[in-house]
């Protein structure tokens, strides 16, 4: 009899249970928790500010590891000084999957477009809708406001291995202005200053076989 009762009592909390599950709402996933960025920490070496704990692609694509596999992606200041003023950031589905060193985005100007390279694999599953409607903010404020989407990368420990990180990056950094200046110098001598980029903006405004030249030697597209 006990036992029975046992019983009885289980299936009764069972069905109580059941019935307030159906009737609550659902909760869904909201998209602000992968949304919400702090503002990093800046290091200083020299002339060149970094945002510390970030890695680098080479192809001026940052990212940070957010937990969780969440590593969310932005261009970084050299690419944004490199591109200036831009019209429009196209990002894609969600949901799609990308992999280390291919199409993330693409960059537009007038007619004009740049491609721009994930540095991780995986799914893609947040954009910052704020960059979308406000592009400036990819050059203006790069390392936070600026992101452009958040990468579920399930192999992200193994992705950064092959990025740049710690004290190298203001090297790097520093070393691709000084090369962009060598370049301006050969070939367009006009738009070559003496320190740091040649001209804010300067690659909409290079001829198309120059314009190729500097996207695929600093953006590798």
Known sequence: MSI???LLTFLVILTITYVRRKDSPAVAVQSSVVDKILTPTMLHCADVQVPEGFAFHPGHMWVHDEGHQNARIGIDGFAGDLLGNIDNIETGELN??????????IIRHGDQKVELLSPVEGVVVSVNHEVLKNPSLAIEDPYRDGWICVIKAPELSTNTKNLLQGPIVPAWIQNSSVRLRGLMQQ???????????PVKGILFQLDPAVQRRVVKEFLLT
Do not use: I, T
């Open 187 to 197: 070939l367009n001598p006009a738009l070559a200053q003496d320190g740091g980029l």
């Open 4 to 6: 029975l009762f046992v």
């Open 96 to 105: 799609r999957w990308v992999r280390q060193g291919q199409l993330l985005c």
